[in-house]
């Protein structure tokens, strides 16, 4: 059985498994600080997320009977509300400005902010 001569070059070992930095030529040091600030920034937005207040959506009756506000968060559709009652006048819809010329979709807009909404009226007869 042949031994290795004292006198040959002594191979350096590579480590055969790197796990997640074998594939990225960056030192080792440098991605644990990389992943250490990507993991502190996914806490703090987590943190935020899970104590926002989220948003209240009022609703002005415009002379009709009271409805109640609502409190949602970012990108939620409002639940429908029943509709205000004023005597001598038909309900048209909740609108996004007081003038009641643009109609809130109660099916296909979210919310995005804390906002007011409009009861519009027609006038019966």
Not at 40 to 66: H, K, R, W
Not at 101 to 122: I, K, P, S
Request: one cysteine or more.
């Amino acid at each position: 059985m042949d031994e290795p001569r004292k006198d040959a070059p002594v191979e350096k070992e590579i480590p055969k498994f790197r796990g997640l930095y074998r594939y990225v030529k960056i030192s080792v040091r440098s991605l644990d600080i990389i992943i250490g600030v990507c993991i502190a920034v996914i806490l703090i937005v987590f943190a935020i997320e899970m104590f926002s207040p989220g948003y209240t959506v009022e609703f002005d009756p415009n002379g009709g009977s009271d409805v109640a506000s609502q409190h949602k968060m970012y990108g939620e559709l409002l639940d429908t509300p029943e509709p205000p009652s004023r005597e001598g006048y038909t309900f048209t819809g909740w609108y996004k400005d007081p003038a009641c010329d643009m109609l809130w979709d109660m099916q296909t807009e979210t919310v995005g902010t804390d906002m007011e909404l409009y009861a519009g009226w027609q006038k019966n007869g």
